[in-house]
């Protein structure tokens, strides 16, 4: 990594810190194409002020582009950021794998679906930051050859694989349904089903037997930590068919 966006950074502790939130960054957006410094701030556990510190810097030193994103209730200020190429390179230094196609292109971001996409990088942020890992999401999967329909995540927590699956609008019970027979056919993990709609969550828990997950939801199984509680939106948790696993809290 460059000392570029270290410059204004004393001390050599606080550079190494710097330089591991820049990394940290840079891949996790490097999954989710774009984020925005909500998307940031729920990653590292910052401030706001911390936050946009530390994505203006990012610019500053060409890592980041600042982005329009129009009419997205995730993005009240109307901005997102994506890597540069000079942000793209540096992220795919530290991987071990081929990386997936990543477009720097401003006109690459999805505006019709803004608000599911960094409703979901806000959700897989937070996800990262008590421990778990953000394995794949709908973009790094694009353009693989498979049938059927792709997650809109995958995670890790410890050994534990689960997909993600989150409806944003309000759908009628006979498209719920084809989206659950769907992710049933495509893949065996246990999927986890967002929706802030109290209708769909319902008929959710009605139709995969899901529970609704509490609103002070954590990653930590001592729960025990204030600091590893998250509050959630209305949530429905999906177990898996009979023989193909279950999810458990």
């Known amino acids: ?14 550079r190494l810190v710097h330089r591991q939130k820049v990394a940290k960054v840079l891949g996790f957006l490097h999954k989710v194409h774009v984020g925005t410094t909500s998307v940031v701030a729920r990653l590292l556990g910052a401030t706001s002020s911390n936050s946009n510190r530390l994505v203006q810097q ?15 209730a995730q993005a009240p200020r109307g901005k997102g950021y994506l890597l540069t190429p000079l942000g793209l390179s540096a992220a795919c230094a530290k991987l071990s794998e081929k990386a997936h196609d990543y477009d720097c292109r401003p006109e690459s971001i999805r505006h019709a679906q803004i608000d599911h996409d960094l409703f979901l990088a806000e ?5 990262v930051r008590y421990g778990g890992e953000l394995l794949e999401t709908d973009y790094t999967q694009r353009g693989r050859e498979r049938e059927g329909k792709i997650p809109d995540l995958v995670l890790r927590y410890e050994k534990r694989r689960v997909a993600v699956e ?10 719920l349904d084809i989206a659950i027979h769907s992710a049933f056919e495509s893949h065996s993990l246990p999927t986890i089903w967002l929706s802030p709609n109290a209708c769909d969550v319902q008929y959710l828990k009605y139709t995969v037997h899901a ?14 930590s204030p600091a590893a509680t998250q509050t959630a939106p209305l949530m429905a948790t999906q177990t898996a068919p009979p023989g193909r696993g279950e999810l458990t809290h």
Do not use: C, Y
């Not at 959700?123 to 996800?127: D, E, I, L, Q, S």
């Open 166 to 175: 989150f409806e944003r609008l309000v759908k009628k019970r006979r498209e």
């Open 123 to 127: 959700f897989a942020a937070t996800w």
């Open 58 to 72: 990012m610019v500053d030193a060409g890592l980041l582009r600042q982005v329009e994103i129009r009419h997205a």
């Open 1 to 14: 990594m460059s000392d570029v966006e270290t410059s204004l950074v004393a001390g050599p502790q606080a």
């Open 211 to 224: 529970e609704q997950m509490v609103d002070r939801w954590t990653l930590n199984k001592s729960n025990k």
